[in-house]
């Protein structure tokens, strides 16, 4: 994230919005997160290879006012709609924004550290949702883009960053050998399913040179 820039949070259920303790001038009771989570992935539809898989989208934040209602729409399975914005305090002015439709919340995680000053309660939440449109607008004297994505029925709802996280979960009782061993292993697994990957498009190239061939005979 840019170093001047902030994250900010609306959430909204059938009854209202679900207020946070934000401050700031113009996005006074959003909810201030700390960074975020999202990717696409190619789709596995063989009708469709060029269709693309939105992740579910997480994020963390400092517990707030929003905590408990939050966690009540979570436990009753109420559907939000939610505006994720980050906004860039310096002179380029940068500016992003998430919409998200039908969101659920599907997880909650709290962590916290204790030190001699103070007390900090940490989450992690993560966000299903039907459609997601997002805008980018990189100065004042540019239009915004957007661009709108569907998460298609049946997706997964991995974390983003649940690989990396396992892994390192993993990685604190193993030794500096362990995980040079490990990390051997997923090299050549790695190069094995290129290996096999590539195979399968040679394949593929194949069989359209021959139909080609035997259309242009026919």
């Known amino acids: 994230m840019a170093e001047n820039a902030r994250l900010f949070l609306m959430l909204t259920a059938p009854s209202g919005a679900i207020k946070g303790e934000s401050l700031v001038a113009g996005k006074r009771d959003w909810i201030e997160i700390d960074d975020w989570n999202w990717k696409l992935d190619p789709s596995s539809n063989k009708d469709d290879p060029e269709a693309i898989r939105p992740s579910v989208l997480s994020f963390t934040k400092t517990m707030d006012r929003s905590t408990t209602a939050m966690l009540s729409a979570m436990r009753n ?10 906004e860039d305090a310096s002179l380029r002015l940068f500016d992003l924004r998430v919409r998200l439709d039908k969101v659920r919340i599907l997880s909650y995680e709290m962590s916290t550290q204790i030190s001699e000053k103070r007390l900090a309660v940490d989450e992690t939440w993560t966000f299903d949702y039907d459609t997601l449109l997002l805008e980018y607008q990189p100065d004042l004297k540019s239009g915004a883009m957007q661009v709108r994505l569907t998460r298609p029925p049946g997706s997964s709802t991995e974390r983003p960053d649940d690989t990396e996280r396992k892994f390192k979960e993993l990685s604190q009782d193993m030794s500096v050998q362990d995980l040079a061993r490990v990390w051997a292993q997923m090299t050549q697994v790695r190069a094995e399913s290129m290996d096999v990957q590539k195979a399968m498009e040679a394949r593929k190239a194949k069989a359209k040179a021959d139909a080609d061939a035997r259309t242009e005979k026919g």
Do not use: V
């Open 77 to 86: 399975g109420t559907e939000l709609s939610a505006s994720i914005q980050m």
